[in-house]
């Protein structure tokens, strides 16, 4: 079936790169997506990677993405402190339908 | 306003109540979701409405009831729930066709049932 897993927590040290991983089950998935979720607050999307790309840059995130394997990758190069949060992998299985791993609680320590 | 807003935040109620969430989305999107966000568990895909109609209705129990009366407003009623459907209830858009497929969530509603 469709599963979406992701490791539970991640604590980096501010000013380190963090890398959170993700793999997926879905080979048909059009695209893949971050999102990253605030206390008290919904899921905003960071970025997304279409499915016949290798790599996607914006800023200080890279995302990869290693379709045979099926993982998903994202980094985030100079973490800061309004980096933590928790961090959710999602595949597209249809235009309506997006499969959510648990989320990865990332912490930023001084 | 802008993007995805849902009323109110927090709710308490009582298993005997009947109370209804909603959610607007001012980004001119065809299709509106309901998600059941709980403590350790991934997200729950409850409905999905697109142009009005309902498109997805995952298994959910009956004591939910979603209403969408046009593309910018969707409901959820809730009547004679249990404990255990405590958790927060995440409402988002999209467009619904020609597109990334990326969907827009709005802040929730912390929903306790006593």
């Known amino acids: 079936g469709e599963d979406v897993e992701q490791s539970l927590f991640l604590s980096v040290r501010e000013g380190d790169s963090s890398v959170i991983n993700c793999t997926y089950t879905d080979s048909s998935s059009t695209y893949l997506y971050w999102y990253k979720q605030e206390p008290g607050a919904g899921l905003q999307l960071l970025t997304y990677?279409?499915?016949?790309?290798d790599m996607k840059q914006d800023q200080r995130l890279t995302v990869l993405l290693n379709k045979k394997d099926k993982h998903l990758s994202l980094r985030i190069a100079d973490t800061q402190t309004g980096d933590s949060a928790i961090y959710f992998c999602a595949e597209s299985i249809s235009s309506y339908k997006l499969i959510f791993g648990s989320g990865t609680r990332l912490l930023v320590r001084p | 306003e802008t993007g995805v807003t849902q009323t109110p935040r927090h709710l308490v109620m009582g298993m005997t109540n009947k109370k209804s969430l909603k959610c607007e989305q001012h980004l001119g999107h065809n299709a509106m979701y309901w998600y059941k966000q709980s403590a350790k568990k991934p997200l729950e895909l409850m409905f999905v409405y697109s142009l009005e109609e309902r498109v997805e209705n995952n298994s959910v129990p009956s004591r939910f009831s979603p209403e969408c009366p046009n593309s910018s407003h969707l409901f959820l009623h809730l009547h004679t729930l249990q404990p255990e459907d405590s958790a927060l209830y995440l409402c988002?858009?999209?467009?619904?066709?020609?597109?990334?497929?990326?969907?827009?969530f709005g802040p929730g509603t912390r929903l306790t049932v006593l």
């Open positions: 988002a858009s999209s467009p619904s066709s020609g597109t990334t497929y990326e969907q827009f």
């Open positions: 990677i279409f499915s016949n790309m």
